[in-house]
């Protein structure tokens, strides 16, 4: 599976944005998908995760309420939004896919990344 995020961009607090991440491949319903973040001089960071068919979600505590996955099967997309963002929430974003995954938040627990895509939130 190759993963392709798109949608990061300069936004100004405030502001919101929808984060794409495009998966190659027929098999993509057989896919945990999950959104990492890595902010500057920080570790990489689970953020939130969707089931298969997308019935389920899994959110990092900071990401409650605030963020939001959801996925496309037929389209092959899985989708992260944010509104009000914070210059808090710049960071690399980047999209994995699991065929099983038992800790939602464990790096090593994903097979396929991809290379990221920039947010940077302006005050």
């Known amino acids: 599976v190759q993963l392709v995020e798109s949608g990061g961009r300069l936004v100004q607090a405030g502001g919101s944005l929808r984060l794409s991440c495009s998966a190659s491949?027929?098999?993509?319903?057989?896919?945990?998908m999950g959104w990492f973040r890595q902010a500057p001089r920080k570790e990489r960071e689970f953020t939130a995760a969707?089931?298969?068919?997308?019935?389920?979600?899994h959110y990092a505590d900071f990401a409650k309420g605030r963020f939001t996955i959801s996925r496309d099967n037929h389209k092959n997309l899985v989708y992260l939004e944010r509104n009000s963002l914070k210059p808090e929430n710049t960071a690399v974003y980047y999209c994995?896919?699991?065929?099983?995954?038992?800790?939602?938040?464990?790096?090593?627990?994903?097979?396929?990344w991809g290379q990221g895509t920039q947010v940077t939130v302006s005050s």
């Open positions: 491949g027929r098999t993509f319903n057989r896919y945990v």
């Open positions: 994995a896919a699991a065929l099983e995954v038992h800790a939602f938040a464990a790096l090593n627990e994903y097979d396929y």
């Open positions: 969707i089931s298969q068919g997308g019935g389920t979600t």
